[in-house]
Nanobody
Framework: HVQLVESGGGSVQAGGSLKLSCTGF????????MAWFRQGQGMEREMVAS????????VYTDSVKGRFTISQDGAKNTMYLQMDSLKPEDTAVYYC?????????????????????WGQGTQVTVS
């Protein structure tokens, strides 16, 4: 089973920036949705940013709007999450995810419960 690989996590002071990368999409046929999730300690996993390839539509959770940017390279093999103006509450393990199923897309964007391919996670700590 294909596993995506995240990189770019680390520790940063509040107000700083980090850019996460995720590779491995070339091994998944016909990806429909790509997304970044995060899970803070003791918290449920949440989808922070998602990208529908067919429409290039991007959706962000309210807490990161204007600060985080999801993107992909031209070959669509690498996905990025640029994180600016980081806050301590952004501290979490960040995961990238993807799914090739048309059922992954809803009228409001990618379905957060319909991702079959995941990375191992990368820690982001903001102090």
């Amino acid at each position: 089973h294909v596993q995506l690989v995240e990189s770019g996590g680390g520790s940063v002071q509040a107000g700083g920036s980090l850019k996460l990368s995720c590779t491995g999409f070339e091994y998944i046929n016909n990806v429909v949705c790509m997304a970044w999730f995060r899970q803070g300690q003791g918290m449920e996993r949440e989808m922070v940013a998602s990208f529908i390839l067919s429409s290039a539509g991007k959706v962000y959770t309210d807490s990161v709007k204007g600060r985080f940017t999801i993107s992909q390279d031209g070959a669509k093999n690498t996905m990025y999450l640029q994180m600016d103006s980081l806050k301590p509450e952004d501290t979490a393990v960040y995961y990238c995810a993807a799914d090739p199923s048309p059922f992954a897309v809803t009228v409001s964007g990618c379905n957060p419960t319909h991702f079959g391919y995941w990375g191992q996670g990368t820690q982001v700590t903001v102090s």
